[in-house]
């Protein structure tokens, strides 16, 4: 049974390569959704692994398996395995579980914080202008969501590349981007191999942003000049807003703009091996953990009495 549950523990440590095989390979709207998807089975994989590990351990000592309704300890793996296993599982799971309750809540309070200055700022069409010399720019989830722009930001860019922010704050808002990225974020933080994966969901966000923009004002050479100056004049502190309200100065711009004025056609071909690739990963982690969380039910029906050993 513990063999089974290796995979889904060691399957977020290949991410990194997985990222670099995968994000350039295939359209930044298939991306998102694949790589946010198999960000989702890999956190549960691992916990679920972990909790399988932690159930092996706990039922394996008489008092426990006892309150477990078991007649017997359970016998699932040698004790010498099944309880480091156990107390390892403990161990990471409270610090998985402080991570993404740590991460949840700043989220939340950024995110408030962030509403409260849009209290007396003006605001038209769903555009909000702060009067702050903080260049900055950010589309704000909410009912309704908003468009978020400093005085600063306004101040540094043209009429043109003003149009192709807005642009670009507008496509993140109608496709709801913020979903992917706070589920993205939260997802990851169960394992810090997977930040890189966190990092690719949103430079896939950014770049589907980019080419609605470059779409919506006809112009792929504006729109990047656009996203060049605005992370450019951008100020380096931390802004406060979550990481969901995503922005246009956001992510690896160079990157971005180079998309931009050098689009590749994405091959079939590779689009197709990409996904396989994220499949492949998506199926071996969750067989992994499925077949574990199986073999240790059987394990309990066992010491339950419920089924005859063998």
């Known amino acids: 049974m513990i063999t089974a549950l290796i995979v889904p523990l060691l399957m977020p440590l290949a991410t990194p390569v997985l990222v670099r095989l995968v ?15 198999t960000a989702c089975v890999l956190a549960a994989g691992w916990i679920a692994a972990l909790g399988g590990l932690l159930l092996t351990g706990m039922l394996a000592v008489s008092p426990l398996a006892r309150l477990g309704h078991l007649i017997h300890p359970l016998n699932a793996a ?3 395995v099944a309880y480091p296993a156990a107390a390892l599982a403990v161990g990471t799971l409270l610090i998985c579980v402080c991570a993404v309750a740590r991460a949840a809540l700043r989220q939340l309070h950024q995110y408030r914080t962030a509403h409260a200055q849009l209290r007396d700022a003006p605001s038209a069409g769903g555009l909000s202008v702060l009067d702050t010399p903080e260049p900055d720019a950010y589309a704000l989830p909410g009912s309704p969501g908003r468009i978020v722009v400093t005085s600063g930001m306004l101040r540094a860019l043209d009429g043109q590349e003003r149009e192709a922010l807005l642009a670009h704050e507008r496509a993140h ?5 913020h979903y992917f990225l706070a589920v993205g974020d939260l997802a990851t933080r169960c394992h ?3 930040r890189s994966l966190r990092d690719a969901i949103a ?7 980019d ?5 919506a004002v006809g112009n792929r050479h504006l729109t990047a000049r656009a996203i060049g100056r605005a992370a450019l004049a951008k100020s380096t502190g931390v802004p406060i807003r979550p990481s969901f309200a995503a922005g246009a100065a956001g992510g690896p711009v160079p990157r971005r703009v180079k998309a931009l004025l050098q689009p590749v056609a994405t091959s079939r071909r590779l689009a197709v091996a990409a996904a396989g690739l994220l499949l492949a990963c998506s199926a071996a982690t969750g067989g992994g953990a499925a077949a574990g969380l199986v073999s240790l039910h059987h394990n309990v029906e066992i010491a339950q009495g419920e089924v005859p050993d063998g």
Request: glycine share 2%; hydrophobic share 55%.
């Open 173 to 177: 808002l109608a496709g709801r981007h």
């Open 78 to 80: 040698p004790p010498p």
């Open 192 to 194: 810090p191999a997977m």
């Open 211 to 215: 080419e609605a923009a470059a779409t």
């Open 23 to 37: 994000e350039f390979r295939q359209r930044p709207a298939a991306a998102m959704w694949a790589l946010t998807a």
């Open 203 to 209: 430079l896939a966000v950014e770049r589907v942003a």
